[in-house]
T-cell receptor
């Protein structure tokens, strides 16, 4: 079954404690991306990756890091989380051309709370 | 930076009614994407539009790429309860259809049986 998995699904942490949210896909997609979703703001892209070892900033990259050492994995790292990073996070993967329907997959989301 | 504005922000309609929503931008887009997010799930791509004036359907959904390339419209005919969710428009920024994506803030649809 084609899928994008994220872990953990829920996380409550404290300010300053480094954390990693993992994302893995089993479709051999080149493109992967991270988004955060906040009420009234829609989804905002954090980082994206066009292929292994290629990453670029989205609209809201501050406070986040990513790495793409393997094609299937695209972890999101918060080195020093702050309360304004409390949000719902989605990982997505697709073929490089985002216009092709039925080839984009989003993960189930990770709800992060930073106290 | 580029922004996408969706309207209305929310809609509460009766089952069987038709729905219209739109997405506007101050800058030109070469591709428009429409997604639906079911409660508690990630978004799913519904329709992709490639050129100005294009009209594309997916079942009861029809989307149009505005001729100015600064707007797009999504219509749902004969709504049913499973149409409930948040509908997002999105577009790739830059000259290619890959990479950096921006999303509208979403239109929340509720359908009364």
């Amino acid at each position: 079954e084609a899928q994008v998995t994220q872990n953990p699904r829920y996380l409550i942490t404290v300010t300053g404690k480094k954390l990693t949210v993992t994302c893995s896909q089993n479709m051999n997609h080149e493109y992967m991306s991270w988004y955060r979703q906040d009420p009234g703001l829609g989804l905002r892209q954090i980082y994206y990756s066009m292929n292994v070892e290629v990453t670029d900033k989205g609209d809201v990259p501050e406070g986040y890091k990513v790495s793409r050492k393997e094609k299937r994995n695209f972890p999101l790292i918060l080195e020093s989380p702050s309360p304004n990073q409390t949000s719902l996070y989605f990982c997505a993967s697709s073929l490089p051309d985002l216009r092709v329907p039925d080839t984009q997959y989003f993960g189930p989301g990770t709800r992060l709370t930073v106290l | 930076g580029q922004q996408l504005n969706q309207s209305p922000q929310s809609m509460f309609i009766q089952e069987g009614e038709d729905v219209s929503m739109n997405c506007t931008s101050s800058s030109i887009f070469n591709t428009w994407l429409w997604y639906k997010q079911d409660p508690g799930e990630g978004p799913v791509l519904l329709i992709a539009l490639y050129k100005a004036g294009e009209l594309t359907s997916n079942g009861r959904l029809t989307a149009q790429f505005g001729i100015t390339r600064k707007d797009s419209f999504l219509n749902i005919s004969a709504s049913i309860p499973s149409d409930v969710g948040i509908y997002f428009c999105a577009g790739p920024t830059g000259s290619s259809n890959t990479g950096k994506l921006i999303f509208g803030q979403g239109t929340t649809l509720q359908v009364k049986p």
